[in-house]
């Protein structure tokens, strides 16, 4: 088995407003940090540590639990202002003047939101398998199999294959890599989402859904930040689809797919993608 510098990091705490925020921070440090925000239901411990240390090795990484949610106390919250104001605190309680952003899924649609609330406070955002804040015209919807999964509390391993991976061979061998990877974390028994914290991520996406387009798009077009937008073709959670349409509306922004790839495109072209993460910082 592989090992990973990303599995050495340690568990730090920081004190902010609502709760004491769990993180690792990894890399050199230096210049602006990248803080890379969680998918629904996942914690620290859920990060693919390959994706990690490719990462880390030219920057500054930094990874956390949001309010409520794994390895972090406080009151969970169920709104995506709530979500974003956690990230922001989590931000300033670190010091931080200014940060780029790696958001993934939900995360992504976090990001995008701590970008319009505190716009200085973000240098570049990166939005990894995810979308705008609400209802994306002609997006094809989610399947009665993807919001049954979405809705267990113990999805099993096919389960999160079906959910991050295309039925193919090859990415679905990708797929088990990945679980192999997290594997090391997950088997120390760190805390896994409550379903409180679960449910509120849930009540969030329902009412983003609910979301009308004029509203989307302006705050597409407020967001003035260099975005860079990818995804996997084949994403059965948020379609490749909501991306192209996101680019549409903003003002800095490049989008890069990922053929025969789902939700975590972002581990299955792990270096391509990580590659293409730091020429966008860098530029």
């Not at 099993?156 to 890599?177: I, K």
């Given at each position: 088995m592989?090992?990973?510098?990303?599995?050495?990091?340690?568990?730090?705490?920081?004190?902010?407003?609502?709760?004491?925020?769990?993180?690792?921070?990894?890399g050199p440090q230096g210049g602006v940090p990248l803080v890379?925000?969680?998918?629904?239901?996942?914690?620290?411990?859920?990060?693919?540590?390959?994706?990690?240390?490719?990462?880390?090795?030219?920057h500054d990484v930094i990874v956390f639990d949001n309010v409520g949610v794994g390895y972090t106390d406080g009151e969970p919250r169920d709104s995506l202002e709530g979500f974003a104001e956690g990230a922001i605190e989590f931000i300033e309680a670190l010091g931080l003047a200014q940060a780029d952003l790696l958001g993934w899924s939900l995360g992504g649609i976090v990001a995008q939101r701590v970008a319009l609330r505190r716009p200085e406070l973000v240098r570049k955002l990166v939005v990894a398998g995810s979308g705008p804040a609400g209802w994306v015209p002609d997006a094809p919807p989610m399947s009665e199999k993807v919001l049954g999964i979405m809705a267990k509390p113990d999805a099993d391993l096919e389960d999160m294959l079906y959910l991050f991976y295309p039925e193919t061979d090859t990415a679905r061998a990708?797929?088990?890599?990945?679980?192999?990877?997290?594997?090391?974390?997950?088997?120390?028994?760190?805390?896994?989402?409550?379903?409180?914290?679960?449910?509120?991520?849930?009540?969030?996406?329902?009412?983003?859904?609910?979301?009308?387009?004029?509203?989307?798009?302006?705050?597409?077009?407020?967001?003035?930040?260099?975005?860079?937008?990818?995804?996997?073709?084949?994403?059965?959670?948020?379609?490749?689809?909501?991306?192209?349409?996101?680019?549409?509306?903003?003002?800095?922004?490049?989008?890069?797919?990922?053929?025969?790839?789902?939700?975590?495109?972002?581990?299955?072209?792990?270096?391509?993608?990580?590659?293409?993460?730091?020429?966008?910082?860098?530029?």
């Amino acid at each position: 088995m592989s090992t990973y510098l990303a599995d050495k990091a340690e568990d730090l705490t920081v004190e902010g407003p609502s709760a004491r925020f769990t993180y690792r921070r990894m890399g050199p440090q230096g210049g602006v940090p990248l803080v890379l925000l969680n998918r629904f239901r996942g914690t620290i411990d859920w990060w693919d540590p390959e994706f990690l240390d490719y990462l880390a090795a030219d920057h500054d990484v930094i990874v956390f639990d949001n309010v409520g949610v794994g390895y972090t106390d406080g009151e969970p919250r169920d709104s995506l202002e709530g979500f974003a104001e956690g990230a922001i605190e989590f931000i300033e309680a670190l010091g931080l003047a200014q940060a780029d952003l790696l958001g993934w899924s939900l995360g992504g649609i976090v990001a995008q939101r701590v970008a319009l609330r505190r716009p200085e406070l973000v240098r570049k955002l990166v939005v990894a398998g995810s979308g705008p804040a609400g209802w994306v015209p002609d997006a094809p919807p989610m399947s009665e199999k993807v919001l049954g999964i979405m809705a267990k509390p113990d999805a099993d391993l096919e389960d999160m294959l079906y959910l991050f991976y295309p039925e193919t061979d090859t990415a679905r061998a990708s797929g088990r890599e990945h679980f192999g990877h997290v594997s090391t974390r997950l088997a120390a028994g760190g805390p896994a989402v409550s379903e409180t914290a679960a449910q509120g991520m849930l009540t969030a996406a329902g009412t983003l859904l609910a979301a009308p387009f004029d509203q989307v798009r302006a705050e597409l077009e407020a967001i003035k930040h260099p975005v860079l937008y990818a995804n996997g073709l084949n994403d059965v959670m948020i379609p490749a689809h909501n991306s192209y349409v996101a680019i549409q509306h903003l003002d800095n922004a490049t989008l890069v797919l990922y053929s025969g790839a789902g939700h975590a495109f972002l581990f299955q072209y792990a270096k391509a993608f990580t590659k293409q993460v730091a020429d966008f910082l860098a530029a």
